[in-house]
């Protein structure tokens, strides 16, 4: 049987793997880091302080909610610890079975956020860094419409900021819908925030911990290519060769900047980003 490799599904599976075993978990999300050392092992530390302070602005009582794009489901499975009814709407089949092993007590649909359709309504939609993904209007509008009245959305992702310019030969850190556009999404949908909060400068050292992970593979990378070429030149050939084949020039320049560059840094990210945490009512 042949078919299109879904590098995509292969890349989310090593880098769970990777994540699980270095935190126990298959937590996809940045990591909260006040008063922690930025460290690969604080690493599952700063996430569970994320975690919390997410969960500190959900509203009060016994929640049906919406874990839109839910990640690998870790989120879903805490949510449901606390006495709350979670669905999943992911777009990944590999994503939504592993919702589907971590919080088995949720119903998972596997599509994208919007086809999602459901005659029961949510006292609560959530985005945890899935907003950035769905267009900003179609994403509050389809949210409030799944509410029931007196419902909320509660957003938590990165925002470009208004004096973002891209460009640059890797594609800088952080992403998301301009922080302009947002708020002007909001007026014009009577979205007031009934809570606001900017944790930037708390989540961006996370990318510095990724870059150094990167970057140690980089390195790793580097060390092979220099024994090859000095004890192995056809061999090491033959691999350039293979490696064209599969990434044009651009893609590889990329991936070299990637595994060896020093641009992603948490001041950049705070540069070309707002970390926002939204609690929004329709209706004001």
């Given at each position: ?44 530390r ?53 919702c ?57 992702d990165c ?12 594609r ?78 651009r ?34």
């Amino acid at each position: 049987m042949t078919g299109k490799i879904d590098t995509r599904a292969v890349g989310l599976d090593a880098g769970l793997a990777f994540i699980r075993w270095l935190t126990g978990a298959e937590n996809l999300h940045y990591g909260l880091w006040t008063g922690l050392d930025v460290t690969a092992a604080n690493l599952g530390r700063a996430q569970a302080a994320y975690t919390e302070r997410l969960f500190s602005y959900l509203p009060q009582g016994r929640l049906r909610i919406l874990d839109i794009g839910g990640g690998a489901g870790e989120t879903a499975a805490k949510l449901i610890a606390l006495g709350h009814e979670v669905e999943i709407v992911v777009p990944s089949a590999f994503l939504a079975s592993r919702c589907r092993a971590n919080a088995p007590a949720a119903k998972v649909h596997e599509m994208p956020f919007q086809d999602f359709a459901s005659a029961p309504r949510f006292d609560l939609c959530l985005f945890s860094e899935s907003f950035q993904y769905i267009p900003c209007a179609l994403a509050l509008d389809k949210a409030a419409g799944l509410l029931v009245p007196g419902g909320e959305i509660l957003i938590a992702d990165c925002f470009r900021s208004d004096g973002f310019q891209g460009g640059g030969r890797i594609r800088a850190a952080g992403g998301g819908h301009r922080l302009a556009l947002m708020r002007t999404e909001l007026a014009a949908r009577g979205l007031v925030p009934l809570a606001e909060e900017d944790i930037t400068e708390a989540v961006a050292p996370s990318i510095e911990l990724e870059q150094a992970l990167f970057n140690v593979f980089g390195h790793a990378i580097t060390r092979i290519d220099a024994e090859l070429a000095a004890k192995r030149p056809r061999g090491r050939w033959l691999m350039h060769r293979a490696l064209g084949l599969v990434l044009n020039a651009r893609r590889r320049e990329r991936l070299a900047a990637r595994l060896m560059g020093r641009e992603r840094t948490a001041k950049a990210f705070c540069r070309d980003n707002r970390y926002m945490i939204f609690r929004l009512r329709p209706g004001g």
